[in-house]
């Protein structure tokens, strides 16, 4: 793509439209829904087994239609097909974003070359070496230094490289093999490598230090500091006499990542080292190799579907008329309530314990590929970009945020994620209690669309002075996500889905969605700041006041 071309949405008419259409609108979801049998029908679309009710949100078919035009003026369907086929559409990195290319079924024609490289060879050759050994760890060939079966693995990471393991390693929990389980490290906080070590056997863990770069300062202190609580555990053992360490930490040290060399300069051997490559975004690699504590954990068939649900959404994406597809709807749809109707933040709620965690993973998915104040031609943004992603799963959000959704001065878009079919089905005397908790799910959204009126208020004898108080407004608005069941591919689409949202959006918005330079400033102080917190007053005394201060703080109070 030619970042010199780049259309500035804002300038369009299509945008001017969008406005026009704002300013006329007076969003009103209960006389919608009374005027239009058919809205619900026909703000209903599937894509792949999730079935995407976007009724409730502040729309109407022109919405639609307008949204459509303006996704057509921002060329979407040319940087989609950009994106699938390997163009540099990371600009400021120039390189090709092609995590879709992770999920490509073995054998699919024509063969997928990017830069000279063949990109379906070399993912599906790292995949088979992945679940090779994964094999190897389930069955009890790999062993620890001690001859033990490994029965924890330890994934150190941060970012892209811990998020999303942890996150379906949790959502996934009830497919993983007994007498296995994951604990991840990413904090450089030593409580995180205290804390989850502190009962584990030396003899039967495996660390994977994950990292894209290996040059992370989080995950390399982490990782050193594990191998050395290893090595002294493995010591206090008796474990290690007339061995060399380094057998040890080849026993019980694999790695993931892009740089090959400095995993055998950290003492890992590379034919212990599962690779992926610099097209594969940080917060866009939990399908790569960074998914090695997944595909031990659950296995190779789980893994392979997880892939190929990314990949059904993937195709549905990229195949899909706009009015039917779900990823560009709503990425559209977000467009219309960031730069439209003035949203700032976007709720995801799932309706599901074991997607605690996808709320957490969804923030550096969105907002490091979105909080962008410059366009990719290095021209500032013209308009809002990069609404704050947060969530917790219902029902607890009820009894704590949900108030402000529903009663507050702010519009916050709320994303509903629920599931026909429960993991652990219980009763409550006569009472099912998933079906309890799904009829939470139903009445939120129903709550926000059509709210309650003064006269309902008063019907039910509410005393006239706190009738205000009791009033819901409605046109709050929800998009509500279903699926029969949690399944390894369903999570696969769910996640895809919320990976095309975020490229829609920054397509529109024409900025770079796959760098993150935001990070680095912060990172290069840590690094500069090190020798003041560590007693050096002369780098201290080069301190603004307020970091003079605080460091003094630390450096008086320290015992
Ligand atoms: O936060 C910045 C970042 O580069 C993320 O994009 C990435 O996921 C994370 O750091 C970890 O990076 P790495 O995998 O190279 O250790």
């Known amino acids: 793509m030619d970042s010199s071309k780049l259309v500035?949405?804002?300038?369009?008419?299509?945008?001017?439209?969008?406005?026009?259409?704002?300013?006329?609108?007076?969003p009103n979801l209960r006389r919608w829904f009374d005027a239009d049998a058919n809205r619900a029908s026909k703000h209903t679309h599937t894509a792949g087994d999730l079935y995407v009710d976007l009724s409730k949100n502040l729309i109407t078919d022109e919405t639609i239609e307008l949204l459509g035009k303006l996704a057509e003026a921002v060329n979407l369907k040319g940087y989609t097909e950009a994106m699938f086929s390997g163009e540099h559409i990371n600009i400021t990195e120039d390189r090709a974003v092609l995590h879709t290319a992770l999920r490509r079924p073995e054998g699919k024609t024509p063969e997928l070359v990017v830069d000279g490289q063949n990109v379906d060879e070399d993912v599906h050759a790292v995949l088979k070496k992945i679940y090779a050994f994964a094999d190897r760890v389930r069955n009890g060939e790999w062993v620890g230094i001690t001859g033990k079966k490994i029965e924890t693995v330890v994934n150190i990471g941060i970012g892209g490289s811990d998020l999303g393991p942890v996150m379906v390693y949790e959502s996934l929990k009830p497919y993983k093999q007994e007498g296995l389980s994951a604990r991840f490290i990413s904090n450089i906080d030593p409580t995180d490598v205290a804390e989850t070590v502190a009962d584990l056997d030396p003899e039967t863990t495996l660390f994977i230090v994950a990292s894209k770069t290996f040059g992370t300062l989080e995950t390399l202190t982490n990782a050193r500091v594990s191998r050395a609580w290893l090595l002294?555990?493995?010591?206090?053992?008796?474990?290690?006499?007339?061995?060399?360490?380094s057998e040890a930490v080849?026993?019980?040290?694999?790695?993931?990542?892009?740089?090959?060399?400095?995993?055998?300069e950290f003492?890992?051997?590379p034919e212990n080292a599962f690779g992926f490559w610099n097209w594969v975004g940080g917060r866009y690699s939990v399908d790569s190799a960074i998914g090695t504590s997944l595909a031990i954990?659950?296995?190779?068939?789980?893994?392979?579907?997880?892939?190929?649900?990314?990949h059904?959404?993937?195709?549905?994406?990229?195949?899909?008329?706009f009015e039917k597809n779900v990823p560009a709807l709503m990425g559209m749809?977000?467009?219309?309530?960031?730069?439209?109707?003035g949203a700032e933040t976007h709720a995801v709620l799932p309706y599901d314990q074991y997607l605690h965690r996808f709320p957490a993973y969804l923030q550096q998915l969105t907002m490091e590929s979105n909080g962008k104040g410059v366009r990719m031609d290095g021209s500032p943004v013209t308009t809002s970009t990069g609404e704050v992603f947060w969530g917790e799963p219902g029902t607890n959000g009820q009894h704590a945020f949900y108030q402000l959704i529903h009663q507050g001065t702010r519009i916050i878009p709320a994303d509903f994620i629920a599931f026909a079919n429960p993991v652990h089905p219980a009763k409550d005397g006569e009472q099912d209690v998933h079906e309890l908790f799904l009829a939470n799910f139903f009445a939120q959204t129903k709550a926000l669309a059509f709210g309650k009126t003064a006269d309902e208020v008063r019907a039910e004898g509410t005393d006239e002075a706190i009738v205000p108080a009791r009033v819901f407004t409605g046109n709050r608005p929800t998009t509500s996500i279903m699926a029969s069941k949690l399944t390894p591919s369903v999570l696969g689409q769910l996640i895809a889905l919320y990976e095309h949202i975020t490229f829609v959006q920054g397509v529109v918005w024409g900025i770079d969605s796959f760098d993150q330079w935001g990070v680095e400033l912060g990172k290069k102080l840590a690094l500069e700041l090190a020798p003041a917190v560590a007693g050096d007053r002369e780098v201290l005394a080069q301190q603004d006041s307020s970091t003079?201060?605080?460091v003094d703080f630390y450096l008086n109070n320290r015992k």
């Open 312 to 321: 059904t959404m993937d195709e549905h994406f990229r195949t899909t008329e």
């Open 297 to 310: 954990v659950f296995g190779k068939d789980v893994f392979e579907d997880f892939l190929a649900g990314f």
């Open 548 to 550: 003079q201060g605080l």
């Open 267 to 269: 003492g890992i051997d």
């Open 8 to 26: 500035d949405a804002t300038t369009t008419p299509e945008w001017k439209a969008l406005n026009e259409h704002h300013d006329s609108l007076t």
């Open 232 to 245: 002294n555990a493995l010591r206090e053992a008796g474990a290690l006499e007339g061995k060399e360490d």
């Open 333 to 341: 749809l977000n467009i219309w309530n960031v730069n439209f109707l």
């Open 250 to 264: 080849a026993k019980h040290f694999v790695a993931v990542s892009t740089a090959l060399d400095k995993v055998a």
